[in-house]
């Protein structure tokens, strides 16, 4: 069994900067892409960033230019930095991975539990 544990929300003041981290565990025999979505209050969940194992990231125009997406390979951890957070940036922020258990198993996403992050005006 694999599990995604998230960590770094909080309350920040808009303008500020928080960094997300998502650690992987269990049983991981490799990774593909790991990325962050996000869901605010009455709303369906969003795309925030993805990043392959090479590093090649994609990220939603709504925090182009605000957030990096990185990730340690040799930790299984994935982060994420944010600068410049407004309060429509809050919302609860969910890591997933692409995770196979061994050689022959299919791939599957895990999703993590998710982390309140809040922005206040």
């Known amino acids: 069994q694999v599990q995604l544990v998230e960590s770094g929300g909080g309350l920040v003041q808009a303008g500020g900067s928080l960094r997300l981290s998502c650690a992987a565990s269990?049983?991981?025999?490799?990774?593909?892409?790991m990325g962050w979505y996000r869901q605010a209050v009455g709303k369906t969940r969003e795309l925030v960033a993805t990043v392959t194992t090479a590093g090649r990231t994609n990220d939603a125009d709504s925090v182009k230019g605000r957030i990096t997406i990185s990730r340690d390979n040799a930790k299984n951890t994935v982060y994420l930095q944010m600068n410049s957070l407004k309060p429509e940036d809050t919302a609860v922020y969910y890591c997933?991975?692409?995770?196979?258990?061994?050689?022959?198993?299919?791939?599957?996403?895990?999703w993590g539990q998710g982390t309140q992050v809040t922005v206040s005006s």
């Open positions: 269990g049983s991981i025999f490799s990774i593909n892409a």
């Open positions: 997933n991975a692409e995770v196979k258990t061994s050689w022959s198993a299919r791939m599957s996403t895990i």
